[in-house]
């Protein structure tokens, strides 16, 4: 059952990724902006712009294009970026883990300060402790991911500069690394030094892309644990003397958590998509940085490889959430 | 709520560790470190191919790494550099060029007159996407006799040389380039500049060292941190913490504030860059009413004072004072009253005004939006209605470049070499792709210029070229930028008229 539940998922994933790839090459090249008459020096001629047109095969068709850019995708080649005069897939690969590291951690400090918030408001649920939580959240979730990283930049970066404003670790350092997955090197080297730079660095745009969606966790959570506070397997759990805390940790949080994981597995793809503003807040080297310079310069391979490869980052975290959650739900699993 | 001794213990812990984490850790300045938090990013190390040679915001970063044929001092002359001495035959058909001895590359391999020829070569090779080829093609057939260097002109440009100290105007070394190729050489680029590239982590850094072999001395500061800080935020931040030593363009309001503060000081001087409204010869426009109308009735002074804080000069021509064609002489009065009468002359009034649309970006240039929302609030008064048409800048070039642009269109023009070609002449000549305007008038004025050898002559020729054009209102000139720079005080910073932030004129304080 699940392994037809995960065949028919990587089937429905190619065609969304192929739909992308039409969507995306299409609506960039018809959008205003043409990468050739940014590139324009003074006193081009009609000569200089149909030769430099050329030079970046944009002299041909669109559907000629697609399937000279597509056949070089199916071969492991997503072109060359127009402004970086680099292979995209490369450029792409290179920065792809810095992201997926913030993403990750940010999605820790979510799950951990959501979680903790939920615990603690179904504990003290109809108290002024849980009407402040509800409030908190109201703030985290209507305050942009962005606003948040402007004002940590301020308290943390500014009036108490604890954490690094800008960039992924500090220059001055020699990195060992031989992944671009710094962070979880580091911490498998046993270089807690550079561990220590790197969460620095990392800090404020990780919390700043955690807080609205801990707020989403705390608020579903919390509401999940306080309906199952009142079943009677909770009930009978109270009886056999366990503390409320014991109770919510030991008997609902299990059950509560479910829906939660689901949810998380959607937000989480819309948090990934946030680090394109934060990063380039935070001037963090990741993929979303580099998304907002393709889209300035007009550099159309880079922005379609980009796209492409957020595109099947979305589909396959929605496959594992998909997945996981056949296997944690019994009625799915034994369907 | 109730707290047990445990769960104070978590708290307790994991504030700790938050704090850990975040323990000052941030570089402060020393006499041989400097940090620049910089605004833009370096997408590419080659500065003679691709969209990054025709960026000028980059040309600080290549201007470290690398030398141009002939440097420019920061007040835009131009001095020996690699070439000591360049000119011209008597008869325009030959080139001379002199090169400087005893320089090295970053790598301790010589420098020598091959480097020069094979820069000069590349460059105007179409194969390469040199985007000015179209000018160094113009001579070929170079020959090389000890440190002199001699070519033939195929088309004589007056201002061949001063392209030297401008877009795509770097030399490269021959030598190293063709051991490790294009990939190679982006991955550990090397020139004969002041500063070394030490590490480079794109988006992120680049870690520059003196060259202690620096045929101009070698720079004050040992180590140069650049971060690309591209968020004006972010970059205050970044000044205000102590994290940076010097940054650049942010907003004025920022400038001012910062350089109240202790331990921080600061420039704002002009730049060789240009706030301007383009105007079409179409529609309207084609009414010489009213274009002079919508040129008069602009107060500048009022757009820098206000909207700027007094950050700018307000400019009559596209020619700035430090330019080699400025002619203050040439003045366009402000005159709403004279508006009003030329509309009228044109059956227009407050009452039935005439309509059209300007373009402008908002955010890419300093005010932008609000000097253009200001400018049509001038306008309407003496009888012009404007529509305001928001677009981003790559709509901006690619409806340029196809000369599709609203009636008015609001852009900037920079010009670091001060020649009256790179700016008048491209903005107005007809035929040029950046030019909007196409009237007949101003081709006929131009065109005995691009190739007139008496330098006197050709400058006299560009300013009545500018007079023409203001008399004629054929584009409303509105002011040269300044440039805010705000470092720590222990930092001496020279401005450079292009625009450069350049760390080798930078010395502790």
């Known amino acids: ?335 | 709520m109730t707290m047990n001794r445990r769960e104070l213990l978590g708290y307790g812990a994991s504030a700790l560790g938050v704090a850990a984490i975040g323990m000052p850790n941030i570089a402060r300045a020393q006499a041989s470190e400097l940090t620049i938090a910089y605004n833009v990013n370096l997408p590419s190390w080659d500065p003679t191919t691709g969209p990054s040679a025709v960026n000028p915001t980059i040309q600080g970063i290549y201007q470290s790494v690398f030398d141009q044929f002939i440097p420019q001092a920061p007040d835009l002359s131009f001095g020996p550099g690699l070439l000591t001495q360049w000119g011209w035959n008597q008869d325009r058909t030959k080139v001379m060029m002199t090169v400087r001895e005893g320089v090295t590359w970053h790598d301790g391999s010589p420098f020598t007159a091959e480097d020069i020829v094979w820069s000069l070569q590349r460059a105007g090779d179409e194969k390469t996407g040199n985007p000015i080829q179209f000018v160094w093609k113009n001579v070929n057939n170079f020959k090389i006799d000890g440190n002199t260097i001699t070519g033939d002109v195929v088309q004589f440009d007056p201002v061949y040389f001063k392209w030297m100290s401008f877009l795509t105007g770097y030399v490269l070394p021959k030598a190293y380039y063709e051991k490790v190729g294009a990939e190679g050489f982006e991955a550990k680029p090397i020139g004969t500049g002041p500063y070394m590239v030490d590490k480079f982590e794109r988006n992120a850094f680049l870690r520059l060292k003196a060259n202690p072999n620096y045929w101009g001395g070698k720079p004050a500061f040992e180590n140069v941190t650049i971060k690309f800080v591209t968020d004006a935020a972010s970059r205050v931040a970044e000044i205000e913490s102590g994290s940076s030593q010097v940054t650049l363009e942010i907003p004025y309001e920022e400038y001012d504030r910062l350089i109240g503060k202790d331990g921080l000081a600061g420039s704002c001087d002009t730049v060789s860059d240009i706030g301007m409204v383009f105007f079409n010869d179409i529609d309207v426009m084609k009414d010489a009413n009213v274009r002079k109308a919508a040129v008069m009735s602009v107060d500048k002074k009022l757009l820098v004072d206000r909207l700027l804080r007094g950050y700018g000069l307000p400019i009559d021509t596209l020619e700035t004072p430090e330019y080699a064609a400025f002619d203050p002489s040439i003045k366009v009065e402000y005159n709403p009253d004279k508006a009003k009468e030329l509309l009228a002359a044109s059956g227009y009034s407050t009452d039935k005004p005439v309509k059209f649309t300007i373009q402008t970006t908002k955010g890419f240039k300093p005010k932008d939006y609000e000097m253009i929302q200001a400018i049509v609030g001038m306008w309407r008064k003496v009888g012009i209605e404007a529509n305001i048409e928001v677009y981003e800048i790559a709509k901006h070039y690619e409806l340029r470049a196809a000369d599709h642009l609203a009636p008015a269109a609001f852009y900037n023009w920079g010009n670091s070499i001060g020649d009256p070609t790179t700016s008048t002449g491209f903005a107005m000549y007809g035929p040029s792709p950046h030019s909007v305007w196409d009237g007949q008038d101003v081709i006929d004025a131009i065109n005995p210029l691009w190739a007139e050898p008496d330098e006197a002559k050709r400058i006299a020729g560009w300013k009545a070229v500018s007079k023409l054009i203001a008399d004629n209102a054929y584009v409303l000139p509105l002011l040269q930028y300044a440039q805010p720079i705000v470092h720590a005080k222990g930092v001496k910073v020279v401005p450079h008229k292009s625009g450069a932030l350049l760390p080798a004129l930078m010395t502790p304080a």
């Open chain 1, 1 to 335: 059952m699940i392994l037809q539940r995960f065949l028919t998922r990587l089937l429905t994933m190619a065609v969304t990724l192929f739909g992308v790839a039409v969507v995306v090459f299409v609506v960039i090249r018809i959008a205003p902006g043409d990468p050739i008459a940014m590139m324009l020096p003074p006193g081009a001629s009609q000569a200089d712009i149909d030769r430099l047109r050329a030079l970046y095969g944009l002299d041909k068709s669109i559907v000629e294009q697609f399937f000279i850019w597509l056949a070089g995708v199916l071969h492991g080649d997503f072109g060359t970026s127009i402004s970086l005069r680099q292979d995209v897939l490369g450029l792409v690969m290179n920065r792809l883990p810095a992201t997926l590291e913030l993403s990750i951690v940010a999605l820790l400090i979510a799950v951990a300060v959501g979680g903790v918030l939920a615990v603690i408001g179904a504990r003290e649920r109809g108290t002024a402790v849980e009407a402040g939580i509800d409030v908190a959240n109201g703030a985290a979730l209507s305050i942009p991911d962005f606003l948040w990283g402007l004002a940590f930049i301020l308290v943390f970066g500014v009036l108490w500069p604890v954490f690094e404003i800008s960039g992924r670790v500090s220059p001055r350092l020699e990195l060992p690394f031989v992944t671009q997955f710094y962070l979880f090197e580091s911490i498998f080297r046993l270089r807690f030094d550079l561990t220590k730079d790197l969460l620095s660095h990392m800090f404020m745009p990780a919390l700043a892309l955690a807080l609205p969606l801990a707020a989403i966790i705390a608020q579903l959570l919390k509401q999940s644990l306080k309906e199952l506070l009142s079943l009677d397997y909770v009930v009978l759990a109270r009886v056999k003397g366990f503390s409320e805390t014991q109770v919510i940790l030991r008997e609902a949080l299990k059950n509560a958590a479910l829906p939660t994981l689901t949810l998380v597995g959607v937000q989480f793809t819309f948090l990934i998509g946030g680090t394109v503003i934060v990063e380039r807040l935070f001037s963090y080297e990741g993929l979303g940085n580099m998304a907002i310079d393709a889209v300035i310069n007009r550099d159309l391979p880079l922005i379609q490889g980009i796209v492409l490869v957020f595109a099947l980052l979305f589909v396959l975290i929605n496959l594992a959430v998909d997945m996981l959650y056949a296997v944690l739900n019994p009625r799915l699993r034994h369907g």
